[in-house]
C-alpha cells in the first residue's frame, strides 16, 4: 500500500546535484547565506523522475516485471502465470 499524497516525500533521498536555495528573511541569516538541501522534494523539476525511480525500486524488489514497450506498468508473475498488475 503505497501514500500517494506524499509520494514525493518518500522518494530518493539522496540528489545528484548541487543546489542552493535563498532562505525565507524568517530565517534570520546573512543576505550571502543559502541553504543546501541534502534530499530530493516535491519542488524540483526533477521530483517526479526520482520518485518513478524509487517507485520502480519497490515494485521490482517485489519481482514485478514492466515491459519494455510499457515501463509504467508492471505485472507480477508466479509459475508464469499472472498474478497481477499495477500502473
Not at 535563498?22 to 522534494?41: F, S
Not at 518513478?52 to 524488489?61: H, I, P, Q, W
Amino acid at each position: 500500500n503505497f501514500d500517494i499524497p506524499a509520494a514525493f516525500l518518500q522518494g530518493e533521498k539522496t540528489m545528484n546535484r548541487e543546489i542552493q536555495i535563498e532562505p525565507p528573511k524568517q530565517a534570520g541569516l546573512g543576505p550571502d547565506e543559502v541553504w543546501k538541501p541534502t534530499m530530493q522534494t516535491h519542488g524540483f523539476d526533477d521530483a517526479p523522475r526520482h520518485h518513478y525511480l524509487s517507485f520502480r525500486k519497490r515494485l521490482e524488489d517485489m519481482r514485478a516485471v514492466a515491459p519494455k514497450l510499457e515501463p509504467c506498468l508492471f505485472m507480477y508473475r508466479k509459475k508464469g502465470v499472472l498474478e497481477g498488475v499495477q500502473q
